[in-house]
């Protein structure tokens, strides 16, 4: 690497690399076990209540919109294969630093409030298992619910810091168990649909309670099912640990989400097909009640309420693992190259383990879980996976843009998204983050509080970082960045 100028010199010295672990194998398991996750257990129900039997429809347009993102991402990510993902292209489309924190701040907070809002409902599912398994007399109060939560936090953190490829391993063994778990909803939908217990005339019936037209029913659907669709952006900040990632990254990511659709495309239409809308509609208490239903009552002589919670467990705790890891992944990247407080880069000489960005980022879960449960108004887990949504869909409408930005500088990828695909992703996802989708006012607000504490958090990186050396805080070596962080 050639001589660095006085000025950009790295006074902290370099860390240890990043190992690369992942192939394609391990990283379709990746994509696969984040965007199935805790989401598809939350919003079916949710969804059916808002369109009827046409629930798989707006899982159908949230997965084109997820898709037409995703292209772009690969462009992105194939031709800058490094760490920082979002805050990366934003940065060298636009040039502002200001714009290109508060992307990275917004990437960050959706995976931690992800994450803790799903240790959260773990943990309730944990007690509902033990309850109805006869094992505890009753479901204890939110104290031990959140001590429960934050120790389930405390655990993953544990897993970080082993390094990414026990982190790697343990998320094969959650994403298999919760593909298990939604084969067996499939499997006793259909069975309940050739045995005469099911409708599948069903999902052609749209029904909105609130009397609104298909396509208003549908976008609001849609932005809820979205929820249920991310995930694949994480992957992007896990490049620096896999191997040739840019001849793997685009086949696995379309073939991820792929997967991805299928299942969640069958799951309801059998969903539908046993459950009437308006029973679905009802079903409105813990996280993967709906498909707990379904299975319930096409198969009424199997014991599967006993065991259904404990795989709705390990559903939302791959979710919470894939985002903890995606967000101290970004504050590594992030931190060497000063857009973060370097302190924040540190690596394990032994585990390779950002272990700085892994207890920073379980300090903030940590506090988002006790916040979250000692509120009284029981939406409010709902409202902060709706933030998340939101968050990523701002985000991903700023990295359509880039994308389109950055075809400028003739820089050769490996990939590059059909014509104007950014650009119709870009409107997709602007569409879907406005007012019209029916989304609750606190969804803003909660969105509005976390770029206000983004703003505070970017004014005290850059009084960190004028103490460190005479310039201002933003990326050290935009064209050396991969150099830089080995």
Known sequence: MSATAPDTQDVHGREPELRRVMGPKLLLLFIVGDILGAGVYAVTGQMAGIVGGVVWLPFLVAFAVATLTALSYLELVTKYPQAAGAALYTHKAFGIHFVTFLVAFAVICSGITSASTSANV????????????????????????????????????????????????????????????????????????????????????????????????????????????????????????????????????????????????????????????????????????????????????????????????????????????????????????????????????????????ILFSTLLALGLIYYVANRSDSDIVLNLSSTTALLLLCVFAVVNIACLVLRRDRREGFFRSPGPTPAIAAVACLFLVGPWVDRDTIVYQIAGGLLVIGIVLWVLTWMTNRGVRAKKTGFRDIEHMEDDVR
Do not use: H
């Open 122 to 357: 773990l943990s309730q599912n944990l007690f509902g298992g033990l309850e109805v398994n006869g094992w505890i007399d009753e479901i204890p109060g939110n104290g031990v619910i959140t001590i429960v939560a934050m120790a389930f936090m405390i655990l993953l953190a544990l897993i970080n810091l082993r390094g990414v490829g026990e982190s790697v391993k343990f998320n094969v063994v959650l994403t298999l168990v919760e593909v298990a778990a939604l084969t067996i909803v499939m499997g006793v939908g259909f069975y309940a649909i050739v045995a005469g217990d099911g409708d599948v005339s069903r999902i052609t019936v749209f029904e909105s309670p609130e009397g609104k037209g298909m396509f208003l029913a549908v976008t609001a659907a849609t932005s809820v099912a979205f929820f249920a669709m991310v995930g694949f952006e994480d992957s992007v900040n896990m490049v620096e640990e896999t191997r040739e990632p840019e001849r793997i990254f685009p086949r696995t990511m379309l073939t991820g989400l792929g997967i991805a659709v299928i299942i969640y495309m069958l799951v309801a239409v059998a969903v539908v097909a046993v459950l009437t809308p308006g029973e679905l509609a009802e079903i409105n208490e813990a996280e993967g009640r709906a498909l707990l239903e379904v299975v319930s009552a096409g198969a009424p002589d199997f014991p599967i309420d006993k065991v259904f919670p404990f795989l709705a467990c390990f559903a939302v705790a791959n979710t919470s693992l894939i985002n903890m890891m995606m967000a101290s992944r970004l504050l590594y990247g992030l931190a060497n190259q000063d857009v973060l407080p370097r302190s924040l880069g540190k690596v394990s000489p032994n585990s390779r383990a950002p272990y700085v960005g």
